[in-house]
């Protein structure tokens, strides 16, 4: 086998750089979702001014990945991963677009009584942060059956997330505290897409491994 220390080492920080996006994004899955239950405006407020570096970081990952494909005249399965982490980094930052709109709800709300109204949201929020995590282990470390464990989760979580909007929105037709019941109904939305994004990225494994589109 060839030796090739040097484009190695620039996988490997690229890889460290989407680690480090991915642990950024599960904090605040969990933060945001925190400001909520304990109405905590500062935490909800730092989610929203700490948007730029998920940015950042997006940013950073892709000028890495063009740095690579320019300089280290890569093979087919690099060009494959370089092309998935790119579009991984998308991925986490939309997550991260996600948690700022939960963080806003958060501030809407930081007044209201929710004691009895979150149905389930932390329950959706912990497996979504899990979902993140798992799927970018999946890619990092070429894990299909990981990949698999994502895509399974996500029918838990679209089975929670669909009992939760429809008790919410149903609560707040009925006038039971309609403008709470209707912005925790879209804080599931919120973090049901952030599950989405973690499925899209295990698909992003599948296509490093098969060379090929392929849906989970």
């Not at 030796?3 to 989407?18: F, G, H, S, Y």
């Not at 480090?20 to 599960?26: G, K, L, P, V």
């Not at 909520?36 to 998920?54: C, F, L, N, Y």
Request: hydrophobic fraction near 40%.
């Amino acid at each position: 086998m060839t030796k090739r220390p040097k484009m190695d080492e620039e996988l490997a920080a690229i890889n460290k750089q989407v680690r480090e996006m991915t642990d950024h994004i599960r904090k605040d899955i969990l933060n945001a979702v925190d400001a909520v239950v304990h109405q905590d405006a500062a935490m909800a407020q730092k989610i929203i001014d700490q948007g730029d570096e998920v940015d950042d970081m997006e940013k950073a990952i892709n000028s890495a990945c063009f740095h690579f494909m320019a300089t280290q005249a890569p093979v087919a399965s690099d060009l494959r991963y370089c092309i998935s982490v790119r579009k991984m980094a998308r991925h986490l930052e939309r997550m991260g677009d996600h948690c700022e709109d939960i963080a806003r709800y958060a501030i809407r709300m930081k007044e209201a009584d929710i004691t009895q109204e979150l149905r389930d949201i932390p329950y959706i929020a912990s497996m979504a942060s899990r979902m993140a995590e798992n799927a970018i282990d999946s890619f990092l470390n070429q894990d299909q059956e990981l990949a698999k464990k994502v895509w399974k989760a996500d029918e838990e979580v679209d089975e929670v997330y669909r009992k939760v909007f429809e008790e919410e929105m149903q609560m707040a037709a009925q006038g039971d505290n309609p403008e709470i019941c209707a912005n925790l109904a879209f804080i599931a939305e919120h973090l049901e897409r952030i599950a989405d994004y973690a499925t899209n990225i295990c698909e992003e494994t599948m296509f490093v491994l098969e060379g090929e589109e392929f849906d989970i």
